[in-house]
């Protein structure tokens, strides 16, 4: 079993998909570990996405992370994390079916995000539940 770091974006959450994305989740038999609702303060957001400090799009995705609440959440399951990748959809031009295929309004506007790989999934677990 592996487990991955998910949240919800706020679009997400003002637009009332985060019971989509955990049933999806779930319906992919990923269990919950853990979940919680908060607003993104910028150093939790600048240390989430520390390494796209410097880039074009760097700041307005820091202060959309921070334009409201957000639920992260840690998934546990079978490769959990590149289960849940796919789950998402790429980052661009997401496979129809996917999370952001079908919700996400644009390439930064994206309902999800999910860790990518073993050694994020375990820094933005501890960034976002240090109590884990
Ligand atoms: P992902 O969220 O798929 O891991 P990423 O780590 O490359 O993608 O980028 C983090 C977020 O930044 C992504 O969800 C949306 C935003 N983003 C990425 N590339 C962008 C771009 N070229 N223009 C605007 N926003 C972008
Ligand atoms: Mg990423």
């Known amino acids: 079993m592996e487990r991955t770091f998910?949240?919800?974006k706020?679009?997400?959450v003002s637009r009332g998909l985060v019971g989509k994305i955990i049933s999806t989740f779930e319906a992919r038999g990923?269990?919950?570990v853990s979940l919680k609702?908060?607003?993104p303060t910028e150093e939790i957001a600048a240390d989430h996405y520390a390494e796209h400090k410097g880039k074009g799009f760097y700041p307005g995705l820091?202060?959309?992370l921070t334009s409201g609440p957000?639920?992260?959440m840690v998934f546990e399951g079978k490769s959990a994390i590149s289960v849940g990748r796919q789950i998402i959809g790429a980052?661009?031009?997401p496979a129809p079916g996917s999370l952001r295929g079908t919700y996400a309004e644009s390439i930064d506007h994206n309902v999800v995000h999910g860790s990518d790989a073993p050694e994020s999934a375990k820094r933005e677990m501890g960034i976002w539940f240090p109590e884990l």
Request: avoid cysteine.
């Open 91 to 93: 980052t661009r031009d």
């Open 6 to 8: 998910v949240m919800a």
């Open 30 to 32: 990923m269990k919950l």
């Open 70 to 72: 957000v639920v992260p």
């Open 37 to 39: 609702v908060m607003t």
């Open 62 to 64: 820091i202060s959309f």
């Open 10 to 12: 706020p679009d997400a």
